[in-house]
């Protein structure tokens, strides 16, 4: 069982693999999503701004 379900704090490498995947498909959503889901596109501009800036 996952130590996060159980209560207790995800480990750092959990983190990391997080933000990895966070980061890969946000650069991947933004060009694409750009003229087609400027909302979807938002999201992906502001997944990335959080990653830079670590707020996740």
Known sequence: ????????AP???AWT???????STAAIAL???R???PDI?????RTL???RSDEL
């Open 49 to 51: 701004e959080a990653v």
């Open 1 to 8: 069982m996952c130590r996060w379900v159980a209560g207790g």
């Open 31 to 33: 060009p694409y999503y």
């Open 11 to 13: 480990a750092p490498a």
């Open 17 to 23: 693999r997080g933000r990895g995947w966070a980061l």
């Open 41 to 45: 596109a938002s999201a992906a501009a």
């Open 35 to 37: 003229t087609r889901q």
